[in-house]
């Protein structure tokens, strides 16, 4: 069975800093791409950054500049370096991914998601 599990959410003052990681387990055989998605309260979930398993990445208009995507192949896992963060960066942070495994042809899969709060 196929698990994402974030860790690394908590509360962090305007400007702060906060790392996001994401492991993906569960007899992967490839992974086509890994990312995060965001929701605010009240608002749709939201494309945050992706990173293709080629190392090609993709931003939101709203993080470009601030936070950074990258990715371990070897451990199946990738990071979310958020910088310079604004209150309406505020929202649950949730790990994407698009993978295959040993029973099942490629599929997209949800972490639980990780609560990100800043604020003064």
């Known amino acids: 069975q196929v698990q994402l599990v974030e860790s690394g959410g908590g509360l962090v003052q305007p400007g702060g800093s906060l790392k996001l990681s994401c492991v993906a387990s569960g007899n992967i055989v490839s992974i086509n791409y890994m990312g995060w998605y965001r929701q605010a309260p009240g608002k749709q979930r939201e494309l945050v950054a992706v990173?293709?398993?080629?190392?090609?990445?993709n931003y939101a208009d709203s993080v470009k500049g601030r936070f950074t995507i990258s990715r371990d192949n070897a451990k199946n896992t990738i990071h979310l370096q958020m910088s310079s963060l604004k209150p309406e960066d505020t929202a649950v942070y949730y790990c994407?991914?698009?993978?295959?495994?040993?029973?099942?042809?490629?599929?997209?899969?949800w972490g639980q998601g990780t609560q990100v709060t800043v604020s003064s």
């Open positions: 994407n991914a698009q993978l295959a495994t040993l029973n099942l042809p490629k599929s997209n899969y």
């Open positions: 990173i293709t398993g080629g190392g090609t990445t």
